[in-house]
């Protein structure tokens, strides 16, 4: 194709692309006064500090895209293997995992090869360390262009307010609530409780500490989706990982739904991996999910 027509559809792209976020940003405006009314009867979301959702067209705190969306995982070894699934799905998927296995092997460049490919990425490290080092992390991912990263909710108001802070409007901090491996016995364990731990208060407790901070959603089970959905309506995206066939293995996960389970529990995302790229025919698996999802 000639490289001015090229040039031309690119600009007019652009053009479509500013008035889509300007048509966002009036919605955005007139939600964050219905959510001013809102946080009259609702304290916890009264005191966040920021009111600013993330911009972006595949977030779903934007009611346009109201959807659940998948995120394939790349859970793989090597960053050859992980770019063969991405081009494998082509245009069947569009947004990716990269976490700690591949990252620690492709780096930044894995990141820099998906955003090539007009790919969005979920940076999923789930930091948590003092806030100065977190917020380092999140803005250097920030600037590689990633959608979406993970922080622990664990990690304190301040490390989530300077993780917000760091991220500006482009990408979107995730507050890890607890780990989908794990169970109120192992928690609590871990925690140094005697007592019964109840992991869906748990959830909503560390999901109230992402509102105030003004965080783009949290990460939870599907089994504690919904409580999440109903305690702060739109004001958290979910992402639900763990996802997995009904007839298949749970593996080293302790808390799992399947993707209609998450879906009807109020997911924003979900993550899809071994039940997907797992699988004799990874296409037909991964359109299950869609019809699953939709």
């Given at each position: 194709?000639?490289?001015?027509i090229?040039?031309s559809?690119?600009?007019q792209?652009?053009?479509?692309?500013?008035?889509?976020?300007?048509?966002?940003?009036?919605?955005?405006?007139?939600?964050?006064?219905?959510?001013s009314v809102?946080?009259?009867a609702?304290?916890?979301?009264?005191?966040?500090?920021?009111?600013?959702?993330?911009?972006g067209?595949?977030?779903?705190?934007?009611?346009l895209?109201?959807?659940?969306?998948?995120i394939?995982a790349l859970?793989?070894s090597?960053?050859?293997?992980?770019?063969?699934?991405?081009?494998?799905?082509?245009?069947?998927c569009?947004?990716?995992?990269?976490g700690?296995?591949?990252f620690?092997?492709?780096?930044?460049?894995?990141?820099?090869?998906?955003?090539?490919?007009?790919?969005?990425?979920?940076l999923?490290?789930?930091?948590?360390?003092?806030?100065n080092?977190?917020?380092?992390?999140?803005?250097?991912?920030a600037?590689?262009?990633?959608?979406?990263?993970?922080?622990?909710?664990a990690?304190?108001?301040a490390?989530?307010?300077a993780?917000?802070?760091?991220?500006?409007?482009w990408?979107?901090?995730?507050?890890?609530?607890?780990?989908?491996?794990?169970?109120?016995?192992?928690?609590?364990?871990?925690?140094?409780?005697?007592?019964?731990l109840?992991?869906g208060?748990?959830?909503?407790r560390l999901?109230?500490?992402?509102?105030?901070?003004?965080?783009?959603?949290?990460?939870?089970?599907?089994?504690?989706?919904?409580?999440?959905?109903?305690?702060?309506a739109?004001?958290?995206?979910?992402?639900?990982?763990?996802?997995?066939a009904?007839?298949?293995?749970?593996n080293?996960?302790?808390?799992?739904?399947?993707?209609?389970?998450?879906?009807?529990?109020?997911?924003?995302?979900?993550v899809?991996?071994?039940?997907v790229?797992?699988?004799?025919?990874?296409?037909?698996?991964l359109?299950?999910?869609?019809?699953?999802?939709?």
């Amino acid at each position: 194709m000639d490289g001015h027509i090229i040039a031309s559809e690119a600009r007019q792209l652009a053009t479509i692309e500013e008035r889509v976020f300007g048509v966002l940003d009036t919605i955005r405006r007139a939600r964050r006064v219905q959510a001013s009314v809102a946080s009259r009867a609702s304290p916890s979301i009264s005191t966040a500090r920021h009111s600013r959702p993330v911009t972006g067209l595949l977030f779903a705190d934007d009611h346009l895209l109201m959807t659940t969306t998948p995120i394939i995982a790349l859970d793989v070894s090597t960053a050859q293997d992980a770019l063969e699934l991405v081009d494998y799905f082509g245009d069947q998927c569009r947004f990716y995992k990269v976490g700690n296995e591949l990252f620690t092997i492709a780096g930044p460049a894995i990141v820099r090869e998906l955003r090539a490919r007009d790919r969005d990425v979920f940076l999923d490290l789930k930091f948590h360390d003092i806030p100065n080092t977190v917020a380092g992390g999140v803005r250097n991912a920030a600037a590689l262009g990633v959608r979406l990263v993970t922080v622990h909710a664990a990690g304190g108001s301040a490390m989530l307010d300077a993780a917000v802070e760091a991220a500006g409007d482009w990408c979107g901090v995730l507050a890890v609530t607890l780990l989908t491996s794990l169970d109120g016995a192992e928690v609590a364990r871990a925690w140094g409780r005697t007592d019964p731990l109840d992991v869906g208060a748990e959830v909503l407790r560390l999901a109230e500490l992402a509102v105030k901070a003004g965080a783009h959603g949290v990460v939870c089970s599907g089994r504690e989706a919904a409580s999440v959905r109903n305690r702060f309506a739109d004001h958290l995206a979910i992402l639900v990982p763990g996802v997995r066939a009904s007839s298949g293995p749970a593996n080293d996960q302790a808390r799992v739904v399947t993707p209609k389970e998450a879906a009807e529990s109020g997911a924003t995302y979900v993550v899809i991996g071994r039940m997907v790229t797992g699988a004799a025919d990874r296409r037909a698996a991964l359109d299950s999910v869609l019809s699953a999802l939709a």
